[in-house]
């Protein structure tokens, strides 16, 4: 074999073996980003440890209302929310801002670190969901 096509060979084994490496870190399987992220968006009214502010801002653990809306969560979070709702049986109207700057693997994120952290949403999410779920919003 010839020394360029050797080296040729070898430059793609390389690509395509950081390529794998890459992807296999994408969108929900990113470590730690999740919790990061949630961090930078949401603890600051959420809380770090996802109880909410007492009577004003809702609970996101074990959060019977992340559960019934897990279909439109990615649109809540980019979105935000106006009104009122009902949280674990207590009502809250505190205005929710979205984030329209959150990536479709933002949001996957967040949410698995919902799931994860605080167990609403019971199951995880893909990026297909969100993705479905962006399109749907309003």
Not at 38 to 50: D, F, I, K, M, V
Not at 76 to 87: C, D, E, S, W
Not at 115 to 128: A, D, K, Y
């Amino acid at each position: 074999m010839g020394t360029k096509r050797l080296s040729f060979l070898l430059r793609s084994l390389l690509l395509v073996a950081g390529l794998g490496l890459t992807l296999s870190g994408c969108f929900t399987e990113r470590g730690d980003e999740g919790e990061l992220l949630y961090g930078r968006h949401c603890a600051s009214c959420h809380l770090e440890n996802g109880e909410g502010l007492r009577g004003i801002i809702p609970p996101l653990v074990n959060s019977d209302y992340v559960e019934k809306n897990r279909d439109i969560l990615a649109c809540l979070l980019r979105k935000g929310i106006q009104g009122t709702i009902v949280v674990n049986g207590r009502e809250y109207n505190q205005p929710m801002p979205g984030n329209e700057q959150l990536t479709e693997a933002d949001l996957t994120n967040i949410i698995n670190y919902l799931h994860t952290e605080f167990g609403s949403p019971r199951q995880r999410v893909s990026l297909g969901e969100v993705r479905a779920q962006i399109r749907k919003c309003p």
